[in-house]
C-alpha cells in the first residue's frame, strides 16, 4: 500500500480529477495549502502598491492505493498537472503500513479498495 | 402672482419627488452590485464589482454625452437628434432638464449592470468596459426613444410605464445574447449534458442586494410619474411595487420547493426581483390584486427560465435573463391583460373589456424591442470579440478574474478555494 500526495496548482485540479477519474481512482482527499518552491510569488497590486505574495495557494492531494494503482495514479496526476511551466507541483510517494475502514473494520487492501 | 407661486412650489415638490427617486434607483447599483457579487464564487468578486461600479460611470457619461439626444431629442420616429452633450436638450416632464436627466440616467445605468451577471466569472474587463458605454450611450436610448421620446411604439399607445420593456427587456436580452455568445463558465456542464451547480459564495451579500433593489424600486416605479400630483398615483404605484414583489417571491418559493423538495433561498430571491420586474410596466394602471396576480405569474415564470436555461446549456450565473428578459417580456404584456383605461391607459385591459387592442400593441412592442436589442447586441458582441476578445483565458477563469483582471482578491487573508 502507497500514500500518494501531490501539490499541484489550484487551478489544475478539475484536470487532474478528470485524469484520475479516467484511471478508475475515484477517491481522493483533497485540501487548500500554501507554499512555495522553484515558482517563488507572484505580485499584486493595491491601491497603487505592488507587493510579492511568497507563499502560494497550492491544492494538496492524497491518495491511498494499493501497488497496482500507484502507477495509474501517478500518470492521471502528471497528464493532468503538467503545463511545463515552473510551479506545476510535486508528487510524494510513501509507504502506508496499514489502513482501517472505521465502519466495518476492514484493514490492508480491502480497505483501501 | 398667487398662481404663480403656486405653480412654482408644484415644481419644486415634483422635482424634489423625481430627485429623491432618481437617488433611489441609483442605490439600486448598489442593489445589483451585491446580488451579482453575493451569487458569483469568491474568486471573482473584485471584478464583478469593478465592472457594476465601472458601467454606472459609463452609463452617465455615455448617457450624457449621446444618449439623451437619442433618447428624448428632437428627431424621427427611430431615434432623436438633438440635445448633445445635453446642450439645447430640454426636460421631458415639468421638472428641470437636470432633475430628469438624473432620473434618466440612472435607469440606463440599471439597464446596463444587468448584464454584467448573465456574463459573470468569465467576460473579460476591457470588453465589458466597451459593451456598457456602447450599450448606454446608442442601445437603450434608441428603444427609449421609441417608447418614451415619442418614438414609433409611443405614437401606436405603447405603454411601459416605468421600463419592463425599455430596462428590463433591454437589459435582459442584451445578457441571453453575451452569455450565449461568450460560452458557459468551465466546469458548469459535464460531457453528458447534466449540468453542475456553482453555488454563489455569499447568500447574506445577494439578500442584501435583493432588499437594496427593492428598496430602490419605490424610487424607480412609484418615480416614474415625474410629479407628486395628489398622492393617488405614486400610493398606488408603491403598493403595486411592494404586492408584485412579495408574492413573486412567494410563488418562486413555492416552485421551487414543490419541484426540488426546499424552499431554496436564492431563488425566492429572484421570485421577488422578477415580481419587480413585472410590475415595472403596469403599476400605475392596475389594482393591488391584479398586482398579486402579476407577481404570482413572475415567480413561476423565473423558476421555469432558469431550469430552462439549465436545459439549453445557457449559462447565467444569476438568472439575469429569466430575471429580466422573461419578466420584462410578461410585464409588458400585463399591461393588456390587466390595465384599466380608468386610470390611465388609453384602452381597457383584457379582462376589462378592452379586448385584444392593448394587448396586441404590447405584444407588438415588446417583440419589436427584444428583436432589435437581440441583433444589434450581437453586431456589437461580434465586434468586441473580434477586436479585444470577449472570454478570459481558461487558466484565467481557473484561477479567478480577480487576480487575472484586477491583480487583487477580494477576501485577501482568506482562504479560498479556487480549484474548481
Known amino acids: ?113 | 402672482m398667487e398662481k404663480s407661486i403656486i405653480y412654482a412650489s408644484a415644481v419644486g415638490v415634483d422635482t424634489l419627488w423625481v430627485l429623491l427617486a432618481a437617488f433611489l434607483v441609483f442605490f439600486m447599483q448598489a442593489g445589483f452590485g451585491m446580488v451579482e457579487a453575493g451569487f458569483i464564487r469568491a474568486k471573482n468578486v473584485c471584478n464583478i464589482l469593478t465592472k457594476n461600479f465601472l458601467d454606472f460611470c459609463m452609463a452617465s457619461l455615455g448617457f450624457f454625452i449621446f444618449g439623451y439626444a437619442i433618447m428624448f431629442g428632437a428627431g424621427n420616429a427611430i431615434f432623436g437628434l438633438k440635445g448633445w452633450f445635453l446642450i439645447g436638450a430640454e426636460s421631458g416632464s415639468r421638472v428641470p432638464l437636470y432633475a430628469f436627466w438624473l432620473f434618466q440616467a440612472a435607469f440606463c445605468g440599471a439597464s446596463a449592470t444587468i448584464v454584467a451577471g448573465g456574463v459573470a466569472e468569465r467576460m473579460k474587463f476591457i470588453a465589458y468596459l466597451m459593451y456598457s458605454f456602447i450599450i448606454s450611450a446608442f442601445i437603450y436610448p434608441v428603444v427609449g426613444h421609441w417608447v418614451w421620446g415619442g418614438g414609433w411604439l409611443s405614437q401606436l399607445n405603447f405603454t411601459d410605464f416605468a421600463g419592463s420593456t425599455v430596462v428590463h427587456a433591454v437589459g435582459g436580452f442584451s445578457a441571453l445574447v453575451g452569455t450565449m455568445m461568450i460560452k458557459p463558465r468551465s466546469g458548469k456542464y459535464n460531457p453528458d449534458g447534466s449540468a453542475n451547480a456553482i453555488a454563489g459564495h455569499s447568500i447574506p451579500l445577494a439578500s442584501l442586494g435583493v432588499f437594496i433593489l427593492w428598496f430602490g424600486w419605490f424610487g424607480f416605479n412609484p418615480g416614474s410619474t415625474l410629479s407628486v400630483g395628489n398622492g393617488e398615483a405614486i400610493a398606488r404605484i408603491a403598493i403595486n411595487t411592494n404586492l408584485a414583489a412579495a408574492s413573486g417571491g412567494i410563488s418562486a418559493m413555492s416552485a421551487v420547493w414543490r419541484r426540488f423538495g426546499k424552499p431554496d433561498l436564492s431563488m425566492s430571491m429572484n421570485g421577488a426581483l422578477a415580481g419587480l420586474v413585472a410590475i415595472t410596466a403596469s403599476c400605475a394602471f392596475v389594482e393591488p390584486w391584479a398586482a398579486i396576480a402579476i407577481g404570482i405569474t413572475a415567480g413561476f415564470v423565473v423558476v421555469s427560465g432558469v431550469v430552462l436555461m439549465d436545459k439549453l446549456h445557457i449559462d447565467d450565473p444569476v438568472g439575469a435573463v429569466p430575471v429580466h428578459g422573461f419578466n420584462g417580456i410578461w410585464g409588458t404584456l400585463a399591461v393588456g391583460i390587466f390595465g384599466q383605461k380608468a386610470l390611465g391607459l388609453s384602452h381597457n385591459g383584457l379582462l376589462y373589456g378592452g379586448g385584444l387592442r392593448q394587448v396586441g400593441v404590447q405584444t407588438l412592442g415588446v417583440i419589436s424591442v427584444v428583436l432589435f436589442v437581440t441583433v444589434s447586441m450581437w453586431v456589437v458582441f461580434t465586434l468586441i470579440n473580434r477586436f479585444v476578445g470577449l472570454r478570459v483565458s481558461r487558466e484565467e477563469e481557473l484561477k479567478g478574474l480577480d487576480i487575472g483582471e484586477h491583480g487583487m482578491e477580494s477576501y485577501s487573508g482568506f482562504q479560498i478555494f479556487t480549484a474548481q
Not at chain 1, 500526495?5 to 495549502?33: F, G, R, S
Request: aromatic share 6%.
Open chain 1, 1 to 113: 500500500m502507497k500514500l500518494i500526495i501531490a501539490m499541484i496548482q489550484p487551478h489544475k485540479l478539475p484536470d487532474v480529477k478528470k485524469a484520475l477519474y479516467d484511471n478508475e481512482v475515484y477517491k481522493m482527499t483533497v485540501t487548500n495549502a500554501l507554499g512555495c518552491g522553484q515558482q517563488k510569488g507572484y505580485t499584486e497590486t493595491y491601491r497603487g502598491v505592488i507587493h510579492e505574495i511568497n507563499l502560494l495557494k497550492k491544492v494538496r492531494l492524497e491518495i491511498a492505493v494499493n501497488e497496482d494503482f500507484v502507477k495509474p495514479t501517478i500518470d492521471a496526476i502528471i497528464k493532468g498537472a503538467r503545463t511545463g511551466n515552473i510551479g506545476d507541483g510535486k508528487i510524494f510517494l510513501l509507504d502506508l503500513p496499514e489502513c482501517i475502514r472505521i465502519r466495518t473494520g476492514e484493514t490492508g487492501g480491502g480497505a483501501i479498495g
